[in-house]
């Protein structure tokens, strides 16, 4: 599976920015897709999950202002980010829990994409 990252880009305090991640070869084995984001000098964290029946989990710090939606026919997912603070200003990363059938059990692997930068100026 590989995973390209779309949509970064500078922004002011207060506006939105959408991102997009586009999926490509064995999509059919993903399950859960999730946005994770890295700020200079800091560990990457999670920001968002949305799992294989469009449930979707986010930390505490973007809740109410980011929302994570996927389009299967597409195989895109997205991240539209609304009222940005220049907290918000970092790298942000798609990846994709992959799991894939075998005879006995299934094999857990996972994608990632490059990254795509998103600055947000106060």
């Known amino acids: 599976v590989r995973l390209v990252e779309s949509g970064g880009g500078s922004v002011q305090s207060g506006g939105s920015l959408r991102l997009s991640c586009v999926a490509s070869?064995?999509?059919?084995?993903?399950?859960?897709m999730s946005w994770y984001r890295q700020a200079p000098g800091l560990e990457r964290e999670l920001v968002g999950t949305i799992h294989s029946d469009a449930t979707t989990n986010y930390v505490d710090s973007i809740k109410g202002r980011f929302t994570i939606s996927r389009d299967n026919a597409k195989n895109t997912m997205y991240l539209q980010m609304n009222n940005v603070k220049p907290a918000d200003t970092a790298v942000y990363y798609c990846?994709?829990?992959?799991?894939?059938?075998?005879?006995?059990?299934?094999?857990?692997?996972?994608?990632w994409g490059q990254g795509t930068l998103v600055i947000v100026s106060s």
């Open positions: 070869g064995s999509t059919w084995n993903i399950n859960a």
């Open positions: 990846y994709a829990a992959i799991e894939v059938p075998g005879a006995e059990r299934s094999t857990r692997l996972e994608a």
